[in-house]
């Protein structure tokens, strides 16, 4: 009767605990992608992000900004900084006001964060028929799923079933809260060329935007595992040997002497 | 404890003592690292080290200030007196020696960090025994270069490093 | 309580001490002037870990505090700020969002250590209600710490535990404005949730030192739950609790470290990443795991202000727990029935909390049964008053103890000559 009581218990204390993790599945169920980065030691393939980047730059960003990310960010998945400057430089970047009191267009530098195809969030729903297309930097944090949602979103477009109510303009995806979407299917097979040669197929570019999307919400996630690793060996040892000097202390009164 | 002896306890029992201590010791050593380095410069405060300035609307006799990581640079058009008078110093005879040239790219542009170097205050502009800056905090007397000539600052007017990118824009940093 | 008084070798400390006795006041705090209980198990150690949580929770808050703006166009960016640009910030972020849940992980153990050895029953009642009392500190601590990053969770979040308080009759609405600042959660609210979230943790600093000093008064509880009687029966904290703490803290810190390297964002919730936004509530609302219990009671009385009641005094009913307890022995061990509905009482906070995380209309299926979230948590929110206005009284009463050993020094010889 205890037994089954401390199973029950137990049971419940870990459904509990997971039940954050069962409301992931609500929205439908998600593609589980073997990324680089999971695991204890997984890190980010860089020229997947790489490729992300590209994704993003010539297919999302006519709609989402990364607002958090600065060029010199980009360093991180292997751009140099001749050719972060060069990136920068494609951009046009408010600033001033100048010694006119104007504010003025210049080319984009590796300390400024990475222009949003919007001005506020007005004039992203007056562009996009009523709808917002949200910041993108941390999505694969601020969703169940993450980047596994992401992926399974941009891949997740079907056909309405029969009698389903799409509202106007809108788009089936059985992935997206309430199965409607604004955002048209995004990504398609070939619609742009790598750089580095890999065969762009949908999936493929769906899978690259997602890591990258990834890394813009979590870009510490390589010195985070790397110290956690070091952090874990050394408590492991500092446990190990206080468990024996526990041991030790203890002995003459486990053997019955007065202290 | 000291009471409890056993003959081959003692060296193993000090041996895990001290190494468990050694060990707490260390750990915690690391863990004030991160403690101490969040209050370093972050990444992005290091990213904003240039600022580009147009020096086409500053006369002969001119100065502006302007901001570089928070702190005023003064940029003055400097005057054929005023750089014949700083190139006219015997360097020897200075308490942080160093020539005209060696302050200034172009001698017609005299860009330094507006810091006085005793306190950091900031200096005022064509003041003082060499007309040049002078500090109203502790009175430090600085010359048409920014050397310092008289007073308790112990150092020149520092320079940032800066390039011309043409002859009318200057980026510092 | 010190049987011995600390003797310094050296003759400068040996002044020193004499001026400010501080050594000596550790020494017979958490040193071998302290004597404790020899057998102490496992369960004791969540005391010493819940003071090692306050001070990482006080030392990577206020670090974190250099680099926070509390200001609702800033806090978001701020955060983030924090997470991407200032050295190793991600990592004092992640330590203290993490540490605040590994802070309640350890105090829900310690108060469930204080439920089944009956370390609330006489001479230890002031003790607990100080105990109590940090951890209603902590909660409010906690909640104002969730609404800082400003996220959609920590606005409404905010909303909604603030207007709780609206349930209250003819004031309400006035004391919430005046919780408030204003006509909704806005920069006033998070200004002053931010000082509040700096001072509060001191004030627990402080309260846990009379924890602490109401501690040494009687001593400590024990698992036989029966009184010291004499030298034998005890060693000195240090170095045998020391030693015995530091091994606890290695254990707690890996599981601390497990979640901040390799599960930071495990324990909070995704909404929390996207800026809050007063015009869009999120269509799920939960706080924190560590309130879901009292969530679901909350939830559970379909009236506003039953609720609120409810709620509240789920945890202010912990005060009674010295006057509810009427058996003659202190510790569960003895009493089997009792032990039993405890561990059952147990398994249904976890239910609450399992409750607290769905919405109420959420089918719970059970043996092939349909249960509605808003029933199971109906029926689990009668079982924990019943559990404390009946159940502790009647079966404390009524359930005759199994008899106690003689010593705590005779139990323990006789355990270890067991083993042996």
Not at chain 1, 244 to 249: E, L, Q
Not at chain 2, 82 to 93: F, G, M, Q, R, T
Not at chain 3, 224 to 251: C, M, N, W
């Amino acid at each position: 009767m205890k037994k089954l009581i401390k199973t029950i218990g137990v049971a419940l204390a870990f459904s509990a605990f997971a039940s954050f993790g069962a409301q992931a599945s609500e929205g439908g169920a998600l593609k589980q992608v073997d990324w680089s980065f999971n695991g204890a030691f997984g890190q980010f393939d860089k020229a997947q992000l790489r490729r992300g980047f590209q994704v993003y730059r010539e297919v999302c960003s006519a709609c989402h900004s990364v607002r958090l990310i600065a060029f010199r960010n980009l360093a991180d998945i292997g751009f140099s900084e001749d050719e972060i400057k060069a990136i920068a430089a494609e951009y046009e970047v408010q600033d001033g006001p100048n010694d006119d009191g104007d504010m003025f267009m210049r080319p984009g530098r590796p300390s400024d964060r990475i222009p949003g195809p919007f001005a506020n969030e007005k004039q992203a729903r007056a562009a996009n028929n009523g709808a917002y297309p949200p910041d993108l930097s941390l999505m694969a944090k601020a969703r169940f799923g993450g980047p596994d949602y992401i992926h399974s979103l941009l891949t997740g477009y079907e056909d309405a079933p029969e009698g389903f109510e799409l509202g106007e303009g809108m788009n089936y995806n059985p992935v997206f809260a309430g199965a409607q979407i604004a955002m048209v299917a995004p990504i398609s097979d070939d619609m742009l060329e790598y750089a580095d040669g890999t065969p762009a197929t949908a999936d493929q570019i769906s899978r690259d935007v997602s890591a990258f999307l990834m890394w813009t919400a979590e870009p510490s996630l390589e010195a985070r595992k790397s110290l956690g690793f070091r952090v874990m060996l050394f408590l492991v040892i500092f446990t190990v040997l206080f468990y024996f000097i526990n041991k030790k202390v203890w002995k003459p009164v486990k053997r019955g002497e007065q202290v | 404890m000291a009471t409890h002896t056993e003959a081959d306890g003692v060296t193993r029992r000090d041996f895990l003592y001290v190494a468990g201590g050694a060990f707490a010791a260390v750990g915690a050593a690391a863990a004030a690292w991160p403690l101490i380095d969040q209050m370093n410069p972050s990444a992005d405060v290091l990213a904003l080290s240039s600022t580009e300035v147009d020096l086409s609307n500053i006369e002969v006799g001119q100065s502006i200030t302007v901001m570089w990581r928070g702190k005023p640079v003064f940029i003055r058009h400097r005057t054929e007196e005023e750089i014949a008078e700083a190139a006219a110093v015997n360097v020897a005879s200075l308490p942080d020696p160093q020539t005209d040239a060696e302050r200034a790219v172009r001698p017609e542009w005299l860009i330094m960090v507006g810091v006085c170097t005793h306190l950091g205050c900031v200096p005022l502009g064509q003041r003082g025994d060499y007309n040049g800056w002078f500090c109203p905090c502790h009175g430090s007397h600085y010359d048409t270069s920014g050397r310092i000539r008289k007073g308790p600052a112990p150092l020149n007017l520092a320079i940032p490093t800066y390039e011309f990118l043409n002859d009318t824009t200057v980026k510092i940093g | 309580m010190a049987s011995s008084t600390y003797e310094p070798k050296n003759r400068f400390i040996k002044a020193v001490n004499q001026q400010l006795p501080i050594l000596s006041l550790i020494h017979g705090a958490v040193g071998a002037g302290y004597r404790a209980p020899k057998n102490l198990n496992y369960w004791w150690n969540f005391g010493s870990l819940a003071g090692v949580c306050l001070v990482v929770q006080i030392i990577t808050g206020i670090v974190l505090a250099m680099h926070y703006t509390p200001h609702t166009s800033l806090a978001f960016a701020s955060v983030e700020h924090i997470m991407r640009d200032v050295n190793y910030g991600w990592l004092l972020r992640y330590i203290h969002a993490n540490g605040a849940s590994m802070f309640f992980i350890v105090v829900y153990v310690h108060i469930f250590r204080g439920l089944f050895f009956g370390s609330y029953r006489n001479p230890r009642e002031v003790l607990w209600f100080l105990g109590v009392i940090i951890y209603l500190l902590m909660m409010a601590t906690g909640f104002m710490g969730y609404v800082l990053p400003w996220g959609q969770m920590s606005f409404w979040g905010a909303t909604v535990i603030t207007n709780l308080f609206s349930a209250i009759p003819v004031v309400g609405d006035s004391i919430v404005a005046w919780l408030w600042g204003g006509f909704s959660v806005d920069n006033p609210t998070l200004n002053r949730f931010f000082s509040l979230h700096y001072l509060l943790p001191f004030v627990i600093v402080g309260v846990v030192i009379l924890h602490i000093w109401a501690l040494h008064i009687p001593g400590s509880n024990n698992p036989l739950g029966i009184d010291v009687k004499g030298p034998q029966d005890q060693v000195p904290f240090h170095p045998y609790y020391t030693a015995k703490d530091a091994f606890g803290i290695g254990v707690f810190l890996l599981l601390f470290a497990f979640f901040v390297f390799y599960a930071p964002n495990y324990l909070g919730h995704p909404d929390n990443y996207t800026e809050a936004n007063p015009m869009v509530t999120p269509p799920h609302i939960v706080p924190e795991w560590y309130y879901l219990p009292f969530y679901a009671i909350l939830r559970a009385i379909p009236d506003k202000l039953g609720g609120v009641i409810a709620m509240f005094s789920a945890i202010l009913i912990l005060f009674a727990m010295p006057w509810l307890d009427g058996s003659p022995a202190r510790s569960a061990r003895f009493r089997p029935i009792y032990r039993m509905l405890l561990w059952v009482f147990v398994a249904d906070t976890f239910l609450l909390g399992y409750v607290g995380a769905h919405a109420p209309d959420y089918i719970v299926h059970i043996g092939g049964v349909e249960i509605p979230c808003l029933i199971l948590g109906q029926a689990a929110t009668a079982f924990y008053f019943l559990f404390f206005l009946v159940i502790v009284p009647v079966v404390s009463r009524w359930e005759t103890p199994l008899p106690l050993p003689k010593s705590i020094n005779e139990a323990v010889l006789k355990k270890s000559a067991a083993k042996a």
